[in-house]
């Protein structure tokens, strides 16, 4: 089937247009989701990393606050003076609190309630598990050793453990040890409230209109999340919860009630904790497709915008190839006069000021043409059908006129016989005279040209010779410049070093000042370090005098045996410190003797060296002068040898040329005796002829 161009310009032009349009909206909405994607999962590690970051700030806030209190001398002191046969009530409720340390104790314990807020209890257990002191006064006497966070404090570690407060709720249990000289004492323990602590982080997380964030314990446990029911549920059957227990930190995609949802968990080590943030992920793709949407919508407008364009400039350019196609195909048949229609539609086709309208005029220029063409034909026929009349009338004349000639031909050809005789008598005779000297004028050109060759191998060795010669006196001229051109190097850095070599010597005589001056200095503080040892020797004195008076004043002068005793050791602390610092400064003063010694001997070496340098640097200079003379020469032999190779060069090109003009003069010999043996062969062709017509 056919296909017009109409057609093939709305498949070819059309077509692909659409195909392209849609290539781009569907590559557009790849990038924008693909980017929209690693924007997301990149704002949402960033908001997880940032909870993690804050639930362990917390914690570590909340360990560090319980030991610093673990630490205060009132927890340990009141655990101290707890007998082990007092009841936990005789110690709490004994009639003298200031005494025993209780009300001092308690106020340890209100403070980690008021001043940290997700703090909402705190206690104080015995060696046997047993409440000492809580901030509760009715949770005293309670047992709580059978708690894994428990026995973990009172082997001396923190502990760390989500269990329901003394009012039900979920709550974290942090736990640490009190020690009193390196023994367990008891354990300060404290309630965290995971409610409050997620009202303040993981509450305040809103991802879209299903998304949330969430943290759950080794179990799967929900410890925080928005909806608060399920605080303290099991929620290791969903599919994050297992990724996360799985995985520890990573992403995950999975279905919910026909919604796909993803999920970013990680893993608190020191908690043991999951934290998980869930989003739904067509919500979170929405822009993506919207964008989508918007670029298929403006896509089909494009497409039928520019479908209504390409239909009319095809209809255009459709309606004029016709009127082309309906104007040759008239032409072809013959008829070199169209129809005033087709006239008319490619005379609208020509005025168009395209590919399409030069078309068109150029078959209006070509019908034209073919019209004068058919014309000049149609004459040239006629004219040739006269011309063909005249030319029978001549041949008939012709005819006679080769009869008349016959019959002189026979009559004038016995009278030229005898001349032409004589004729190629003496043609035959000068032909073998100058074919005689043809040769030998041959044989003398091609001896001269033998020579001539043997003189242009000679000159070209002679001048190969030459200009090697010119070649090595040229690089021999080279290597000199480029040897004087070192040797200047040489010479200059040779004075470099010199100069350098003095600066050295004025440095090392320098330090050798400086090694003196500190040798002074060492030896001052040698005397100063004396003067020190002898103040401790004399406070060490006083020290055990102090500390023997203090014996004999009894109880009275205890405190000031103790001050007499560290007295006494930081004087022997002082001699032992003066003893180092002397054998330190014996070292430096060893080792400033070592280095005057070394910087005197540098000195000298460095005097003997730039001795060397300057005779170095002469030499150089010699060698310079030395090498500009050789190079002058060598450039004299090589200027010379270039002269030679020119005027041997000018020689060969005489040669050359002589030589091809013999070469010419032997081939013109040839040619001239090959045309004398033609000329005696049309001689003796000649007299057979004569002879020929004499017989008749």
Same mark, same amino acid.
């Given at each position: 089937m056919k296909m017009g161009i109409m057609s093939k310009m709305m498949l070819n032009i059309l077509v692909p247009s659409m195909l392209g349009l849609t290539a781009v909206c569907v590559f557009s909405y790849w990038r924008a989701e693909t980017s929209l994607t690693q924007q997301i999962a990149h704002e949402l590690n960033?908001?997880?990393?940032?909870?993690?970051?804050?639930?362990?700030?917390?914690?570590?806030?909340?360990?560090?606050?319980?030991?610093?209190?673990?630490e205060s001398n009132h927890v340990k002191n009141a655990l101290l003076r707890r007998g082990s046969s007092q009841s936990v009530m005789e110690v709490v409720y004994d009639g003298d609190l200031a005494s025993s340390g209780s009300e001092d104790v308690q106020n340890v314990l209100d403070d980690l309630t008021e001043h940290f807020g997700i703090v909402d209890g705190a206690g104080l257990l015995d060696l046997d598990g047993k409440v000492a002191f809580h901030t509760t006064r009715e949770l005293v006497g309670r047992n709580m050793g059978e708690r894994r966070s428990v026995n973990v404090a009172l082997q001396g570690n923190m502990g760390f453990e989500n269990i329901p407060n003394h009012a039900g709720e979920l709550a974290t249990i942090v736990t640490t040890p009190v020690m009193k000289d390196g023994k367990t004492q008891g354990v300060l323990?404290?309630?965290?409230?995971?409610?409050?602590?997620?009202?303040?982080?993981?509450?305040?997380?809103?991802?879209?209109?299903?998304?949330?964030?969430?943290?759950?314990?080794?179990?799967?446990?929900?410890?925080?999340?928005?909806?608060?029911?399920?605080?303290?549920?099991?929620?290791?059957?969903?599919?994050?919860?297992?990724?996360?227990?799985?995985?520890?930190?990573?992403?995950v995609v999975y279905d919910h009630n026909d919604t796909e949802m993803v999920a970013?968990?990680?893993?608190?080590?020191?908690?043991?904790?999951?934290?998980?943030?869930?989003?739904?992920?067509?919500?979170?793709?929405?822009?993506?497709?919207?964008?989508?949407?918007?670029?298929?919508?403006?896509?089909?407008?494009?497409?039928?915008?520019?479908?209504?364009?390409?239909?009319?400039v095809a209809r255009g350019i459709a309606r004029s190839i016709k009127a082309g196609e309906n104007y040759v195909q008239a032409v072809a048949g013959g008829n070199f006069n169209p129809s005033p229609q087709e006239e008319t539609e490619l005379a609208q086709?020509?005025?168009?000021?395209?590919?399409?309208?030069?078309?068109?005029?150029?078959?209006?220029?070509?019908?034209?043409?073919?019209?004068?063409?058919?014309? +000049?034909?149609? %004459?040239?026929?006629? @004219? *040739? #059908?006269? =011309?063909?009349? /005249?030319?029978?009338? !001549?041949?008939? +004349?012709?005819? %006679?006129?080769?009869? @008349? *000639? #016959?019959? =002189?031909?026979? /009559?004038?050809?016995? !009278?030229?016989?005898?001349?032409? %005789?004589?004729?190629?008598?003496?043609?035959?005779?000068?032909?073998?005279?100058?074919? !005689?000297?043809?040769?030998?004028?041959?044989?003398?050109?091609?001896?001269?040209?033998?020579?001539?060759?043997?003189?242009?191998?000679?000159?070209?060795?002679?001048?190969?010779t030459v200009q090697e010669v010119a070649h090595n006196a040229a690089a021999?001229?080279?290597?000199?410049?480029?040897?004087?051109?070192?040797?200047?190097?040489?010479?200059?850095?040779?004075?470099?070093?010199?100069?350098?070599?003095?600066a050295v010597r004025h440095v090392s005589e320098e330090l050798k000042s400086d090694m003196a001056e500190l040798g002074d200095h060492a030896q001052s503080i040698t005397r100063i370090m004396n003067v020190i040892s002898d103040i401790a020797d004399q406070t060490n004195l006083l020290a055990l005098n102090a500390a023997i008076e203090a014996a004999r004043a009894g109880d009275a002068g205890r405190g000031f045996a103790v001050v007499a005793d560290e007295v006494r050791k930081l004087a022997e602390k002082t001699m032992a410190s003066t003893h180092d610092v002397s054998a330190a400064i014996q070292a430096i003063q060893n080792s400033t003797a070592k280095s005057m010694s070394s910087a005197d001997n540098a000195v000298n070496q460095i005097a003997q060296a730039t001795n060397y340098a300057s005779e170095s640097g002469q030499a150089l200079r010699e060698i310079v002068a030395t090498v500009e003379g050789t190079s002058d020469q060598v450039n004299a032999i090589a200027t010379a040898s270039e002269e030679q190779s020119a005027a041997s060069d000018e020689i060969n090109q005489s040669i050359v040329q002589v030589n091809e003009m013999s070469r010419q003069s032997a081939v013109a010999m040839a040619e001239a005796t090959q045309a004398v043996a033609e000329l005696a062969a049309q001689a003796h062709t000649l007299k057979n002829l004569i002879a020929q017509m004499k017989l008749g």
């Amino acid at each position: 089937m056919k296909m017009g161009i109409m057609s093939k310009m709305m498949l070819n032009i059309l077509v692909p247009s659409m195909l392209g349009l849609t290539a781009v909206c569907v590559f557009s909405y790849w990038r924008a989701e693909t980017s929209l994607t690693q924007q997301i999962a990149h704002e949402l590690n960033t908001v997880i990393d940032k909870q993690v970051h804050g639930l362990a700030t917390v914690q570590q806030m909340t360990r560090g606050l319980m030991k610093t209190s673990a630490e205060s001398n009132h927890v340990k002191n009141a655990l101290l003076r707890r007998g082990s046969s007092q009841s936990v009530m005789e110690v709490v409720y004994d009639g003298d609190l200031a005494s025993s340390g209780s009300e001092d104790v308690q106020n340890v314990l209100d403070d980690l309630t008021e001043h940290f807020g997700i703090v909402d209890g705190a206690g104080l257990l015995d060696l046997d598990g047993k409440v000492a002191f809580h901030t509760t006064r009715e949770l005293v006497g309670r047992n709580m050793g059978e708690r894994r966070s428990v026995n973990v404090a009172l082997q001396g570690n923190m502990g760390f453990e989500n269990i329901p407060n003394h009012a039900g709720e979920l709550a974290t249990i942090v736990t640490t040890p009190v020690m009193k000289d390196g023994k367990t004492q008891g354990v300060l323990y404290a309630y965290m409230s995971l409610p409050r602590l997620s009202a303040g982080t993981t509450d305040t997380i809103k991802i879209g209109k299903d998304g949330f964030c969430a943290v759950y314990d080794s179990e799967g446990r929900v410890l925080m999340h928005p909806d608060k029911s399920l605080i303290g549920t099991d929620g290791s059957n969903q599919p994050h919860v297992r990724a996360a227990l799985g995985n520890g930190n990573g992403r995950v995609v999975y279905d919910h009630n026909d919604t796909e949802m993803v999920a970013y968990y990680r893993h608190m080590p020191e908690s043991n904790w999951h934290v998980v943030l869930v989003g739904d992920r067509d919500e979170l793709l929405e822009p993506a497709r919207n964008l989508l949407k918007e670029n298929m919508l403006m896509g089909g407008v494009a497409i039928l915008v520019v479908g209504c364009i390409i239909i009319v400039v095809a209809r255009g350019i459709a309606r004029s190839i016709k009127a082309g196609e309906n104007y040759v195909q008239a032409v072809a048949g013959g008829n070199f006069n169209p129809s005033p229609q087709e006239e008319t539609e490619l005379a609208q086709a020509a005025r168009r000021g395209d590919e399409i309208g030069g078309l068109s005029q150029g078959i209006q220029g070509m019908v034209g043409k073919l019209r004068s063409l058919f014309s +000049e034909s149609e %004459e040239k026929n006629h @004219q *040739a #059908e006269i =011309a063909k009349t /005249e030319a029978e009338e !001549a041949m008939g +004349e012709a005819q %006679e006129a080769r009869k @008349q *000639a #016959e019959n =002189a031909r026979q /009559e004038g050809m016995l !009278a030229a016989a005898g001349q032409l %005789e004589a004729v190629a008598g003496i043609i035959s005779s000068a032909s073998t005279q100058l074919s !005689a000297q043809i040769e030998q004028s041959d044989r003398s050109a091609a001896e001269s040209s033998q020579r001539l060759s043997e003189a242009a191998t000679a000159m070209n060795q002679m001048n190969a010779t030459v200009q090697e010669v010119a070649h090595n006196a040229a690089a021999a001229s080279s290597a000199s410049r480029e040897t004087k051109e070192k040797a200047h190097a040489g010479a200059q850095i040779v004075e470099q070093a010199v100069r350098s070599i003095e600066a050295v010597r004025h440095v090392s005589e320098e330090l050798k000042s400086d090694m003196a001056e500190l040798g002074d200095h060492a030896q001052s503080i040698t005397r100063i370090m004396n003067v020190i040892s002898d103040i401790a020797d004399q406070t060490n004195l006083l020290a055990l005098n102090a500390a023997i008076e203090a014996a004999r004043a009894g109880d009275a002068g205890r405190g000031f045996a103790v001050v007499a005793d560290e007295v006494r050791k930081l004087a022997e602390k002082t001699m032992a410190s003066t003893h180092d610092v002397s054998a330190a400064i014996q070292a430096i003063q060893n080792s400033t003797a070592k280095s005057m010694s070394s910087a005197d001997n540098a000195v000298n070496q460095i005097a003997q060296a730039t001795n060397y340098a300057s005779e170095s640097g002469q030499a150089l200079r010699e060698i310079v002068a030395t090498v500009e003379g050789t190079s002058d020469q060598v450039n004299a032999i090589a200027t010379a040898s270039e002269e030679q190779s020119a005027a041997s060069d000018e020689i060969n090109q005489s040669i050359v040329q002589v030589n091809e003009m013999s070469r010419q003069s032997a081939v013109a010999m040839a040619e001239a005796t090959q045309a004398v043996a033609e000329l005696a062969a049309q001689a003796h062709t000649l007299k057979n002829l004569i002879a020929q017509m004499k017989l008749g």
